[in-house]
């Protein structure tokens, strides 16, 4: 009964920084996969989606209702994403992920110092791209993000913030709202699979999907509240904790 409350406040923080600046997996995934050693990972991977999306899916809906969401640029990027996120997933099984598990701690430092050293990176809504090339754009991105989801996945709500940051020209806040829009796409395509393969434990996933949401609710309204240059803070937090995560993994797994 304790390890499954413990899972509970697990998966409302999860929720509540995830809301805000992704990154939700680093606290949800460890947790779970502590207290179900036992478990198929697969089993406990797909419970922790069936979870995400009840939060993400409520951090979306709440973001459209008090933020302008850049649909032309969130709808065409989640409709890759989510079909590059089966793509992502059959990959893996057919190719080690080591290579990625070793780069990502050198890209999140890059992120991180790029985030920190640009002061006015995610200050102002300021797009640089309309039309045809905002399209494009938008393809390019949710394809690679959705493949990355589906082959490995720490970070992905973070990378996709500073994406649109970087190339969109959003400000923190629209980029977290337009962030959770693909999240919801990578999140029910890798459902699908993880459902029809019956890797759920329904119970638990219902549960933490709970407290995901109370999290999500309470994440996104303090977002609204404190603006953009809150969510570039939490950002670079998480983004750090990221880092320090991921490397540990990466590092660990090969023996160093």
């Not at 649909?71 to 059959?90: C, E, H, R």
Request: charged share 10%.
């Amino acid at each position: 009964m304790i390890d499954f409350a413990w899972l509970g406040v697990a998966a409302f923080t999860a929720g509540l920084v995830d809301a805000v600046v992704g990154g939700g997996g680093l606290i949800q995934i460890p947790a779970i996969f502590s207290v179900l050693p036992k478990e198929v990972p697969a089993t406990l991977l797909g419970t922790n989606k069936f979870a995400s999306i009840f939060g993400t899916s409520a951090a979306a809906v709440n973001y459209a209702r008090r933020v302008r969401v850049a649909w032309s640029t969130a709808a065409p990027a989640a409709l890759a994403a989510f079909a590059l996120s089966f793509a992502g997933a059959w990959t893996v099984t057919r190719v080690p992920a080591d290579f990625v598990r070793t780069l990502l701690p050198v890209i999140l430092v890059a992120v991180a110092v790029y985030t920190f050293k640009k002061k006015d990176l995610g200050a102002v809504y300021a797009p640089v791209h309309s039309g045809l090339a905002e399209r494009y754009w938008a393809i390019g991105i949710g394809a690679a993000i959705g493949f990355y989801d589906g082959f490995f996945g720490p970070g992905t709500g973070s990378f996709l913030i500073f994406l649109f940051v970087r190339f969109f020209g959003f400000d923190f806040l629209s980029a977290s709202a337009a962030a959770k829009i693909v999240n919801v796409a990578c999140n029910f395509s890798a459902l699908l699979w993880f459902g029809y393969s019956g890797h759920l434990l329904w119970q638990l996933g219902l549960m933490m999907a709970c407290c995901q949401v109370v999290g999500s609710l309470i994440g996104t309204r303090l977002a609204l509240k404190h603006g953009s240059g809150f969510v570039r803070k939490l950002f670079l937090v998480v983004v750090s904790g990221l880092i320090l995560k991921t490397a540990y993994d990466a590092f660990s797994k090969i023996g160093w």
